[in-house]
Nanobody, 121 residues
Framework: QVPLVESGGDSVQAGGSLRLSCEYTRNSACMAWFRQAPGKEREGIATIHVYGNTDYADSVKGRFTISKDDIKKIVYLQMNNLKPEDTAMYYC??????????????????WGQGTQVTVSS
């Protein structure tokens, strides 16, 4: 198993910042952050490859930054200039089946329980 534990979700006002953390126990080729708002599909927003390459969805590019600490085994998502449309449950995910990264939900074998982010206007 590759248990993932997210933390850091909170309620903030628009324009604010939050940093989400995801603790993991085993390395994976790709780690990612997804989010799911009520009534919407789960969407990938940021990925980080084991070699450090990152990718972002257009909706968060320039505002969110994914990073990882291989010693502490934590993946972070720094979220700046938050908007009400960022309100969602945020999930950490790990892909140990592929050698590259992608945003497709089906690529990811392991998921955390989620942490709620609420942004008010």
């Amino acid at each position: 198993q590759v248990p993932l534990v997210e933390s850091g979700g909170d309620s903030v006002q628009a324009g604010g910042s939050l940093r989400l953390s995801c603790e993991y126990t085993r390395n994976s080729a790709c780690m990612a952050w997804f989010r799911q708002a009520p009534g919407k599909e789960r969407e990938g927003i940021a990925t980080i490859h084991v070699y450090g390459n990152t990718d972002y969805a257009d909706s968060v590019k320039g505002r969110f930054t994914i990073s990882k600490d291989d010693i502490k085994k934590i993946v972070y998502l720094q979220m700046n200039n938050l908007k009400p449309e960022d309100t969602a449950m945020y999930y950490c995910a790990a892909d140990r089946s592929n050698l590259d990264c992608g945003f497709a939900v089906r690529r990811f074998n392991y998921w955390g329980q989620g942490t709620q982010v609420t942004v008010s206007s």
